[in-house]
């Protein structure tokens, strides 16, 4: 049992994952069927066919919903799924203003299946709240989304949470914020007055680089509006995905404690590296976002980006050489990753006001010995 009192590691472990009450199953089981047996033609347990329904996937959906305080959980089979359900929730034509370095994924979403299905689709660099506000305030805005990612994608550009909800509700529109990079652990968007959280699950709230899936976190009415999306469009995701997931989130607050105490280390040491340009972590009290990050999140996470000296040819250089940091997209696994923005997650940007330096590396910093990372990122970046 678990209530919005308890502490959010406690959550974490027992919000929606009572044992099981036919046998005490301490661990949710994974329950693998398609389809439910009926009493009688409709009266049923509640549970009718796997695609509406799945105690497995509710336990996932309770659990988030608890660690982001929201009403309600709703899962996806994919982090983008999840945002495709948030963005059929809106009229046709409606407005859609991003930040102008969001996931390629997301861009790719808006820019290719939405806005040519009628979406006003517009990017912004979210930091300049005045341009934001006119973004949205322009006849055509109300009713529709502000979509950010704080920290965002690969840049770790901060954006003012309150700021942004006031912008939203004051041009009847709601805010939606993506928040895989910081998790419910260090940041809570609905806290701050943002309508819908969505996450890519596939990243820091799986943890371990082995199952993909989306949830938006949100509003009865809101999640109401979701749970008929997830049942007529069915990116549902399997038992399995939601139990390898929920199994994954409980030790979620261990893990990103790790990943912050390894990235900031990492990140301090970079900036003094002969070798490196520019780096990006809003730990840091070189960044622009740092005081901000600083009241808004209660850590400054595990992502940190680079740009490297002698540009795209030293970069692509680099990253054959570390032996630790695998080379690979994705991130928020408890394995260390490098990848180039440019040629690799953020490729579908190219050419775009989105498009991203060619020397910058990202590194999801992993909870593996920070020595050996630290010395790992020295050889690669030397050699
Ligand atoms: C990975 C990612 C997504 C997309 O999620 P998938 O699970 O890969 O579909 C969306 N937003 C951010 C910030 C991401 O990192």
Known sequence: MSTSTDGFGTRAIHAGQDPEPRTGAVAVPVFQTSTYVQEAPGKHSGYEYARTGN??????????????????????????????????????????VIANDVYGGTWRLLDKVHAPMGMDVVAVDMTDLDAVDAAISAPGGEGGFLWVETPSNPLLKITDLTALADIAHNANARLVADNTFATPYLQQPLSLGADLVVHSTTKYIGGHSDVVGGAVCTDEETAEQLRWLQNAVGAVPGPWDAWLTLRGVKTLHVRMDRHCENAHALATWLEGHEQVVEVMYPGLSSHPGHDLAARQMSGFGGMISIRVAGGREAAERMLQRTKHFFLAESLGGVESLIEHPGIMTHASVAGTALEVPDDLVRLSVGIEDLTDLQADLDRALSA
């Open 55 to 96: 105690p497995t996937r509710d336990a996932l959906q309770t659990c988030l919903a608890s660690l982001e305080g929201a009403d309600a959980g709703v899962c996806f089979a994919s982090g983008l799924s999840a945002e495709d359900a948030v963005l059929r929730l809106l009229p046709p034509r409606s407005r859609v």
